[in-house]
């Protein structure tokens, strides 16, 4: 089995065998229980991380409670110029970072290597942000009045990440922040804790350089009950919380029961409408990409084809004939299409799915099944799979996180919609068509009813530029790009009376 330069990377990316995971800024110390991170790659243990413990908590949020206070009075633009800084080191840090991503994450390497991009483009994107961070200006209807809004940061944020964006969700949500006047507090997926410490290792880098408060970026690597304690947190103005709809509905409830402000990023179902109209070459790649990149294992991954019917069997045949020729294996080499699921729990979930789809009636245009042998030793090999099934199988509605492709025949573009919006999710949709009336219908208030609704392109690949995220049980909320930053702060209506006269509002009197 090739090396890939796995050694080097860790090292230079700060990476020790054995690790602490609490981190203020370039502090590092640690008193909960030892993890260790395991390649689904290989099966090989990469690093052992010593957790945050219950004693570690009141450490960070204090640090980062004083650190606020400084770096609110800090200009935004001059905050820009922090996150720039930040984006070039990742530039520095691109394909250590990158392949880091694809050995404990388990995505191809350009999957890796495009994360890594992704961090850099919401840092540029932030750093223009800085200076437009504005509010409406309205003329006032008291005479010598007038009347504004503002925005302000809101104080420590806390960042919860699922494990299959290990790095580029911290950069969505902390370019952000920082530019907002925000510290932030990072709780990982526990399942690629060290794609988190060389984020900070990054990080922290930048803060020593400028000389500026170590809890402006905090880490907490650590189980869900550390995340659940920046939940219940009051200190923690808004929790962003990316991860299943399971875990967010509990996230949801927690921090409204103390008013506090969240952004939910929670599971997709999403759907590609082929229509008779399609360019079927362009479909097909579309589709393909869609359910099997990142093995699956996107929030926007493309789970179910509503296909018309006057095209489904040359779409099904095609599909079925592009699944012979994927290739399974290590990600990190580029000859292979698919690499590994997470872990084996998500191997099991993966058998569930397919038992549960058979049981309900589904039948199997590609089989799936789990690969073993050489190069497999993992476990965490799965073979992408093709199902003709109804939307209404209770598994069709669910969100399998792998590489499951659901195929739905449909008569009318009105039917093709309703099946689409017909589960309880909402992130992101597409339809394939040449046919203007049926794109335009689509994207309509009677069309989609998700967060992402796109016109031949697939579900997947989000540019940065956009607002992310979805409706229904995928949470609402929004990150990235256009006015998102608005999340991140909080809104002051100012009056100011420049004249010797109290008039009231509303025209009342109220003589002394
Ligand atoms: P998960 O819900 O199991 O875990 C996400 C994070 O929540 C982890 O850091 C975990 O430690 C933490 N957590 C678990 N229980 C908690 C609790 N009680 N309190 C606080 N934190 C807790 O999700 P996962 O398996 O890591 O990720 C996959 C899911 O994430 C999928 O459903 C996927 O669709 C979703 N996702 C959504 C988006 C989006 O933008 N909409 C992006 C990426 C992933």
């Not at 054995?18 to 090989?44: L, M, Q, R, W």
């Not at 949020?61 to 004083?66: D, F, H, L, P, S």
């Not at 191809?108 to 290597?113: A, N």
């Not at 008779?276 to 589709?287: F, H, L, N, P, T």
Request: charged content about 25%; aromatic content about 8%; glycine content about 10%.
């Amino acid at each position: 089995v090739k090396d890939f330069g796995i050694e080097k990377t860790l090292k230079n990316l700060g990476i020790k065998e054995e690790n602490k995971g609490t981190s203020v800024g370039g502090k590092y110390f640690a008193s909960g229980k030892t993890i260790e991170s395991f390649s689904p790659v290989d099966g090989k243990l990469i690093a052992k991380i010593k957790t945050s413990g219950e004693s570690d908590y009141d450490k960070v949020i204090e640090t980062a409670q004083k650190a606020f206070q400084e770096f609110r009075s800090i200009p935004a633009p001059k905050r820009g110029e922090i996150v720039r800084q930040l984006g070039q080191k990742l530039r520095t840090y691109k394909d250590d970072l990158g392949k880091l991503v694809s050995y404990e994450m388990g995505k191809s390497l350009q999957e890796g290597l495009g994360e890594v991009q992704e961090m850099i483009d919401i840092c540029d994107f932030a750093v223009g942000v800085s200076r437009q961070l504005h509010g409406y200006t309205m003329h006032s209807e008291r005479p010598g009045h007038r009347m504004y809004e503002q925005y302000h940061p809101l104080g420590v944020v806390g960042i919860i990440t699922a494990f299959n964006f290990p790095v580029a969700v911290w950069a969505w949500n902390t370019a952000l922040a920082w530019i907002c006047g925000n510290v932030t507090i990072w709780k990982p997926s526990e399942k690629t804790p060290l794609c988190a410490i060389a984020c900070q290792n990054i990080m922290s880098e930048v803060l020593k350089e400028n000389n500026l408060a170590e809890g402006i970026s905090s880490v907490l690597v650590a189980d869900h009950e550390i995340g659940q304690k920046l939940v219940d947190d009051k200190r923690v103005s808004l929790v962003s919380f990316t991860g299943s709809t399971r875990v967010g509905r509990m996230v949801s409830s927690k921090v409204a029961e103390r008013f506090g402000k969240s952004i939910l990023e929670l599971g997709g179902n999403n759907a590609i409408i082929i229509s008779k109209d399609a360019d079927i070459d362009m479909s097909i790649i579309g589709a393909v990409f869609g359910a099997v990149g990142t093995a699956g294992q996107r929030c926007t991954s493309t789970r179910r084809l509503i296909i018309h019917e006057s095209v489904y069997n040359e779409v099904k045949t095609r599909l079925a004939k592009a699944y012979g020729q994927l290739k399974i294996g290590n990600p990190l080499d580029e000859n292979n299409h698919v690499g590994p699921l997470i872990d084996v729990d998500a191997v099991n979930q993966y058998e569930e799915a397919i038992k549960k789809c058979k049981k309900e009636g589904g039948k199997f245009v590609v089989e799936g099944g789990v690969l073993s042998g050489k190069e497999y030793e993992s476990g965490c090999y799965v073979k992408p799979c093709i199902a003709e099934v109804k939307n209404s199988y209770e598994i069709v509605q669910h969100e399998t996180f792998a590489p499951i492709l659901y195929l739905i025949k449909y008569k009318t573009l009105e039917e093709a919609i309703a099946i689409q919006n017909d589960v309880p999710q909402g992130l992101s949709s597409a339809i394939m068509t040449q046919n203007l009336r049926e794109a335009e219908l689509f994207l309509s208030h009677a069309g989609s009813d998700c967060g992402i609704a796109n016109v031949n392109i697939g579900t997947s690949g989000a540019e940065i530029g956009g607002a992310f995220g979805g409706e229904k049980e995928t949470g609402g909320g929004r990150e990235s790009g256009s006015d998102v930053w608005k999340y991140y702060m909080r809104r002051q209506t100012n009056t100011i009376n420049y004249t010797a006269q109290l008039p009231l509002a509303q025209g009342i009197k109220f003589d002394l």
